[in-house]
């Protein structure tokens, strides 16, 4: 891979100061074999190389930008690194099956082999970039159902081992960085209500994880009877409802109470400049003051991009490098 390119979180989208990232999801299934729970080994396998056939053949350029990484061939640890990076899944990544990733050189694009659908395909976009993440995905979704039969329906849509992301089996997400709406407690009121808009929030690494460093992901749980751009067009304008709230509330609590803000985001910018031993979770509750800071304007000497390369890194440092094997 190349290690050069730049990595796609290394420069701020719109609405940076709240959006951390947007990220589209398609789910796919082969019609030629059972979903991968039921498959065998060599129906995962030709998953994996109609798929990378279907992308490059005559594609050259495209070939160059991708790297397939096979789980089965790297350590707990760098399983670990690309489920922090949110390139594959905690289900890909402890799976027993064939599993692999293919992965872009700016770590933009994933598609995961064989977790709970044949095909996950992802795409990642800084700030609030939703169409552009979308566009991409569909193109590659596109090359590949021009050579391979999905499992669709033409009643129900795109056929999914779980029944919920039948239909378009897309889910389009956000996340984004709510540290005054978490701080005055308002935090409950927009969870509540994004629930009855039927929409799921999550922690920053998706379902079943808390919001450590006031990190929220604001995803659709309705997959059927919308079109994709309905599913995008509407958890778009939730956030940005969600955003104008957040950026009310930091003016308000700078105006309010500048020297307790100060105080808690110079005294995590210490922490996290001289601290020899943090813990995963205090480190992102520094980072998220930090970032905070940078936003009001109190922290001038870094910017968005670096915390939130941090935040990535903040664990562990990628010991491996992607090979070409496909």
Not at 51 to 56: G, I, S, V
Not at 66 to 71: D, T, Y
Not at 87 to 112: F, P, R, W
Not at 277 to 290: G, H, P, T, V, Y
Request: aromatic share 8%.
């Amino acid at each position: 891979m190349n290690e050069g390119m730049n990595k796609w979180y290394v420069d701020a989208g719109p609405d940076s100061d709240v959006v951390i990232s947007s990220r589209v999801r398609l789910a796919r299934n082969f019609d030629a074999y059972p979903f991968p729970q039921r498959s065998l080994p060599e129906h995962q396998h030709k998953v994996i190389e109609e798929t990378c056939d279907a992308l490059f053949s005559g594609n050259p350029k495209l070939k160059d930008n991708f790297s397939l990484v096979r789980l089965k061939d790297i350590s707990l640890t760098d399983r670990q690194v690309l489920v922090e990076k949110h390139l594959i899944s905690k289900e890909l990544a402890e799976s027993n099956l064939e599993t692999a990733a293919l992965i872009s050189g700016d770590e933009q694009v994933s598609i995961m082999f064989n977790e709970e659908d044949h095909l996950r395909l992802q795409c990642l976009a800084s700030g609030m970039q939703m169409e552009k993440a979308f566009d991409i995905c569909n193109y590659l979704d596109n090359l590949i159902a021009d050579k391979v039969d999905y499992a669709f329906n033409d009643t129900l849509g795109y056929l999914t081992s779980c029944p919920t992301n039948v239909g378009t089996a897309i889910r389009v997400s956000v996340m984004l960085h709510l540290p005054a709406l978490t701080m005055t407690g308002y935090i409950r009121t927009i969870l509540e209500s994004c629930g009855k808009l039927g929409l799921a929030v999550r922690g920053l690494y998706g379902e079943n994880t808390e919001a450590y460093g006031d990190m929220y992901q604001l995803s659709n749980q309705v997959t059927l009877g919308k079109s994709e751009n309905d599913i995008v067009m509407s958890i778009k304008n939730i956030s940005y409802q969600i955003i104008e709230q957040e950026r009310l509330l930091r003016t308000e609590l700078l105006n309010k109470n500048r020297n307790k803000i100060e105080d808690r985001i110079m005294r995590s910018y210490g922490v996290l400049r001289f601290a020899r031993n943090l813990s995963s979770d205090e480190a992102l509750q520094k980072l998220s003051d930090l970032r905070l800071g940078i936003n009001m304007g109190l922290i001038g000497e870094l910017s968005e991009t670096d915390v939130s390369e941090m935040v990535i890194r903040k664990r562990y440092r990628p010991r491996f490098i992607y090979k070409k094997t496909y």
